[in-house]
T-cell receptor, first 116, second 110 residues
């Protein structure tokens, strides 16, 4: 597609429920990133995929968070047993390649998750 | 964790004035990127400057990078009301993973 697409744009869920957030990167981009942004803060890195594999998942806060990218394109961020502290905007981004010194990273509009 | 910090945290200017935002970071980088964000959604890429570059221009934007001081600045000339947004710097290390600063909230008043 023309840009990074994320669904849903807004999700309200009850504490303890399971949530999936979807990201469709720019066509041909091999690198895909997930970030989380709380109100008044800058985005914080969660996980980065190169192709199908998670190259760096050091930002995932705990084992309730998991992400997959089975065919190297669309990715799904999965959150189990959601907590109120998980409420944030979840941003997905992609870039043509992960390496080099000048690869622009393009962001989607984000999925706003509210846990009540 | 946040890599760096933007200064000031908030900036209010009149339309037509120039706006300058500064960013400091902590570790060595491959490149530094500036993004704009409206209403807490959708980061828009503005400009990328590589670690071996000192200055870059794009339209009304001018970015400088001083790797010895681990700092960068973003200058928006002849600001417009539509420039009102939050501005973030982000640094990229070896894996191109971006680490963001805390952001500057710019308000341009008519």
């Amino acid at each position: 597609g023309a840009g990074v697409s994320q669904t849903p744009s807004n999700k309200v869920t009850e504490k303890g429920k399971y949530v999936e957030l979807r990201c469709d990167p720019i066509s041909g981009h091999t690198a895909l990133y997930w970030y989380r942004q709380s109100l008044g803060q800058g985005p914080e890195f969660l996980i980065y995929f190169q192709g199908t594999g998670a190259a760096d998942d050091s930002g995932l806060p705990n084992d309730r968070f998991f992400a997959v990218r089975p065919e190297g394109s669309v990715s799904t961020l999965k959150i189990q047993r959601t907590e109120r502290g998980d409420s944030a905007v979840y941003l997905c981004a992609s870039s043509l390649t992960p390496r080099g010194t000048g690869n622009t990273i393009y962001f989607g509009e984000g999925s706003w998750l509210t846990v009540v | 964790s946040q890599q760096g910090e933007e200064d000031p945290q908030a900036l209010s200017i009149q339309e037509g004035e120039n706006a300058t935002m500064n960013c400091s970071y902590k570790t060595s980088i491959n490149n530094l990127q500036w993004y704009r964000q409206n209403s807490g959604r959708g980061l828009v890429h503005l400009i990328l400057i590589r670690s071996n570059e000192r200055e870059k221009h794009s339209g009304r934007l001018r970015v400088t990078l001083d790797t010895s001081k681990k700092s960068s600045s973003l200058l928006i000339t002849a600001s417009r009301a539509a420039d009102t947004a939050s501005y973030f710097c982000a640094t990229a290390g070896g894996g191109n993973k971006l680490t963001f600063g805390t952001g500057t909230q710019l308000k341009v008043e008519l």
